[in-house]
Each structure stands twice: as C-alpha cells, then as structure tokens.
C-alpha cells in the first residue's frame, strides 16, 4: 500500500490536542447501488467518487480522506459486489475483495430498500472468511419504515459477527456523525498516513475522467456506459488560468458511437458541458473540455485500459 511514512504529524488543535493521533483505512464494501460512493463523498465532505443511479458506476477502489477529531480515515470506496460475467465485471468484484483485505475495518453497505436480496447474501457469505472487524450499515433509511429496519438488522446480523450497525441515510447525512465518532473510537492510535489537507490519492487526470464518466452514466441508458471508457489525454494550463483538457470517450462499436455523439451532437455536447462545469468547480478555473468518441472495439479485454483504470487485468 502506498503510502506516506515520512510525513509529520500535523498538530490537531483546540480541545484535541492532548488526544494521541490515530489513523486506519475503512473499507466499504457492499452490492452495487448501495450508495457506497455517496456515504464516502458525505463522509469526506467533498466528491472524490462519482455517483448514479445506475448499478455498477465505481470500476475501481478510491481512496476519500477525512479528519474527524483526533482521526485520519481512509476510506476506501470498491466497485460494488455482482455476479460478475464480462472481464470487466470480474476485475471490479476482485478489486472490491482485494480492497477489504487492505482495511483496518470492513463497512458493509446495504441498501435498506432492496434488502438481502440477490448480491447482499453471497456477500454476507463471503465475509463469514474475512478476518478483520466488520460494521453494518443499512443505508438509505429515509425511504423504509423503522420496524422493517430493525428486521433487516436482525437478518443480517444472523450469521456474520458485527461489531455494530448503524442506520443511516447517506444522502441526508443522518446517523453519519454517529458513525464518525465511532470509527474514530475503533481505529488504531497511530500516525497520519496523508497530509492533513489531502481528500484524494486519485491524480486531477483521472478524477477528470471519472467526472466525464458520471456525466456519462447519466446522460446515455442501456448497454452504453458499460461500453464506454474516458481517458484524458491532454491537460494544457495556459497564461489566461485556464486549463485546457481533452479526454477520449472510447466505445466499442460504430452503432454506439453515433448513439453517444446524439443527433446533431445534442448527447456529447451535453456530456460536455455539464462535465466542464463541475471540473471548473473543482479546480477553481476556467475549463475548455474537448471531448472525443472513438471506437476500441476490445478495450474491455485490453490490459493497458485495466491498468489506467487501476484494475488487475484478470487473464483467461
Ligand atoms: N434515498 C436515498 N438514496 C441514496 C442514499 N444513498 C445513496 N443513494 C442513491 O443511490 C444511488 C446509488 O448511489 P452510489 O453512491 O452511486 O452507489 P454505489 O454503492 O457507489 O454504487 P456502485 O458504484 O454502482 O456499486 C444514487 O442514485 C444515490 O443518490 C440514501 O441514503 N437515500
Ligand atoms: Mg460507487
């Protein structure tokens, strides 16, 4: 794990200061549409994992760093857990696993709505074998009634140890300060693994191009944004203090190329424009984002896609 050991403990001030450091990486795993990515931005309090309604969205663990109290947690958002059948597919639930055997502790997410339904139960099943301190969060609570909660926590407690659950909703922040105060309790005393100003590992590029993505996974239905990959290519700041960014939106037939272009380029140029406004957010600049639609007919079966998207190319 790649982290910073040579970095100062920064002093924690006013009533904290005579509370000893302590540091950890909280993994959050869960099925896809958990509202995994949303919990981490909530808990960070800024966005460094994209959100839709869409299922599978995260492709990749990200790295959100929050400070809470005497505490620097590292949370790691995974790819949501499914029955995987394309090579993607299989990447995504290794890189969730793989993800849950880095952390200090295991938050499992599940959706109170849907329940232990479909993936929730194989997932329950395959934490019965990881060793590490695990959580239960029923997220989304503002949409189910109490005592429906309280059944759900019951079943799920059945036949994984939780060391606690909590009831929250992601989206409205409740029970979210409850939850803080407890991982701050739980994680090891220790150092600060990052700067204390850091909320990401993941390079501008990349967040970038997860920007688009959203954008993307918002804007165009079915089969295409598990067709398409973004990748940014360029990054140009010029003298004005503006960036000039061009990214590739690669598909992988002619058919879905024209779908994601629109007519008149009415679907791009809406992508486009809504990508540009957030990265202008974020980077606090002026933004001229070009956007490009090409087709690589088997970039989900190409290594160098899987190592830009920080995946392990899974072979056969
Ligand atoms: N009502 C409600 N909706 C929520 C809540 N948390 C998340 N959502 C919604 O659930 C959907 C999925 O959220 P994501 O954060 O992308 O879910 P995820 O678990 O990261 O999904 P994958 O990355 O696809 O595995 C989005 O439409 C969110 O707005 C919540 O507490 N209440
Ligand atoms: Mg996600």
Known sequence: ???????????????????????????????????????????????????????????AVMRGIAIHKNAQ?????????????RRLDRAMVTSAWGGAKDADLIL???????????????ILEGLKDVPQKKILCLNKID?????????????????VTFDRTF?????????????MDYLVDTLPEGPW?????????????QLAAEITREKLFLRLHQELPYASHVETEKWEERKD????IEQVIYVERDSQKKIALGKNGDAIKAISTASRKELSEI?????????????????GDDPERFREMGLEFPRG
Not at 193 to 205: F, G, N, T, V, W
Not at 241 to 244: A, E, K, Q
Request: glycine share 8%; proline share 5%; aromatic share 6%.
């Open 1 to 59: 794990m790649d982290i910073m050991t040579d970095y100062e403990n920064p002093a924690v001030t006013g009533e904290d200061i005579a509370l000893p450091t302590r540091s950890g990486f909280v993994a959050l795993i869960g099925p896809t549409n958990a509202g995994k990515s949303t919990l981490v931005n909530r808990l960070v309090g800024a966005k460094v994992s994209i959100v839709s309604h869409k299922v599978q969205t995260t492709r």
């Open 108 to 122: 499992l997410l599940i959706d109170s709505e849907r329940g232990l339904k479909g993936d929730a139960e194989a």
């Open 283 to 299: 980077l606090e600049q002026p933004v001229h984002l070009f956007l490009f639609v090409k087709v690589r007919e088997n970039w």
């Open 167 to 179: 009831m929250i909703s992601a989206t409205n922040g409740s029970g979210c300060e409850d939850l």
């Open 193 to 205: 693994y990052y700067p204390e100003d850091q909320i990401s590992d993941l390079p501008m590029r």
């Open 241 to 244: 203090g503006s960036v000039r």
């Open 143 to 159: 949409q189910v009634k109490r005592e429906d909660l309280l059944k759900l926590a019951a079943a799920a407690n059945e036949n």
């Open 73 to 85: 947690i590292v949370f790691m958002d995974t790819p949501g857990i499914f029955k995987p059948r």
